[in-house]
Structures are given as C-alpha cells and as structure tokens.
T-cell receptor
Framework: DSGVTQTPKHLITATGQRVTLRCSPR?????VYWYQQSLDQGLQFLIQ???????AKGNILERFSAQQFPDLHSELNLSSLELGDSALYFC????????????FGPGTRLTVL | AQSVTQPDIHITVSEGASLELRCNYS??????LFWYVQSPGQGLQLLLK??????LVQGIKGFEAEFKRSQSSFNLRKPSVHWSDAAEYFC????????????FGAGTILRVKS
C-alpha cells in the first residue's frame, strides 16, 4: 500500500458524459500527478500540481482539467467523454515538486460505452 | 524529446533462473531513472531508483539495476526469479531540474514458468 488513495476504483459511463476522479496523496506529500494508462498510448503524464498550483502539463486534452485543493487532495475532471478515453487513470504523489520519487495509487478504471 | 525504450514486450523465464530486463533512454542530460512493477489490477510499485552516485543500485524484492551512461541504459536484474515476480515492469526517466514528469517505457511483461 503506497498511501495514495483513489476513488472510485471503477467507473462506467456513456459517451458525452462528465466524470470526476479523486485522489488523496500520501500524508506529507505536496505534489500530485495524474497519468493515463491505455493499451495504445501506454503510460502518459497528464498534469502535475504542487501545493495547489499547476506545476507541469503533459498530454492532457482540453476536455480534461484538474485541480488541487487546500487539503492537498486532487480531482481530475473528464468531460465530453469519448470511447478513446477509456483507460486506467493513476494518481501519484511526492514530497517535492521535482527530482523526487513518485508513489502511485491503485488507479481508477474508466470505461466509456 | 525524452524517450524510454524497453525492447522486450514479453519475457519468459523459468523459476530460479536469472533475469535481465533491458531499458534504454534518450535524454538531454543525466536523468533520474526508475523501475516500477505493476501486478494485474494493481497500481505501480517502485522497485528502485537512480539519482546519482553508485551506478549499481539495489531495490526491493532482490532486484538491482545498473546505470551505464555510455550506453544510455538502466537494465534491471535479478539473480533468481520467483513465481511471484510475474508482472509487468516499467522503466521510467524523470528530469533532475524543474518539474517531475516521468516518461515511461512501454513495459515488459514477465512470465515465470515452474
């Protein structure tokens, strides 16, 4: 158990819908990351927050957004969902914003029908 | 652009045999290097990391990896594989400077036969 929690574990929804994925980092970690794992794209970095501020952005679609709250938990919002958004979404956390190892949560499996 | 190559998609080894999983990276400077393992339906667990210093690093579960700058490689090894090591293994590279985005390889699926 890494100490990073993600809810829900599974999510099934329809195209065009909007969902919110939630992540709580390890106690004491200030930085949160979101990754997407799909069969065709592999593991891809989406976005990083550090102490409430966006720190780095990767291959995140405009339909996706994220934020980190004052209690340091983070939410990833996915809207206008398409079939291709079906994937495993991981959250990770670290103490520092850079040059640090990341601890991964168990992931949220999103299925878009 | 940063990239990580894991040339072997699948590897099968016998229980008790030695293991080496290959990883090559392309990066503009000396990166941080990581190996993660993912069991079916699980998240990613950090096996080991290289930041600086001794190029042979020890990790959990009896794994080790060697950083070879001249070959841009960070291969993972284990002298004797156990059936419980069957999983998918990911090599990743991260920057030493600003930001902490990890770039992952495509993964190597390890099958252990008894």
């Amino acid at each position: 158990d890494s100490g990073v929690t993600q809810t829900p574990k599974h999510l099934i929804t329809a195209t065009g819908q909007r969902v919110t994925l939630r992540c709580s980092p390890r106690s004491g970690d200030l930085s949160v990351y979101w990754y997407q794992q799909s069969l065709d794209q592999g593991l891809q970095f989406l976005i990083q927050y550090y102490n409430g501020e966006e720190r780095a952005k990767g291959n995140i679609l405009e339909r996706f957004s994220a934020q980190q709250f004052p209690d340091l938990h983070s939410e990833l919002n996915l809207s206008s969902l398409e079939l291709g958004d079906s994937a495993l979404y991981f959250c990770a956390s670290s103490v520092r914003p850079g040059g640090d190892e990341q601890f991964f949560g168990p992931g949220t499996r999103l299925t878009v029908l | 652009a940063q990239s990580v190559t894991q040339p072997d998609i699948h590897i099968t080894v016998s229980e008790g045999a030695s293991l080496e999983l290959r990883c090559n990276y392309s990066y503009g400077a000396t990166p941080y290097l990581f190996w993660y393992v993912q069991s079916p339906g699980q998240g990613l667990q950090l096996l080991l990391k290289y930041f600086s210093g001794d190029t042979l690093v020890q990790g959990i579960k009896g794994f080790e990896a060697e950083f070879k700058r001249s070959q841009s490689s960070f291969n993972l090894r284990k002298p004797s594989v156990h059936w419980s090591d069957a999983a998918e293994y990911f090599c990743a590279v991260g920057p030493q400077e600003y930001g902490n985005k990890l770039v992952f390889g495509a993964g190597t699926i390890l099958r252990v036969k008894s």
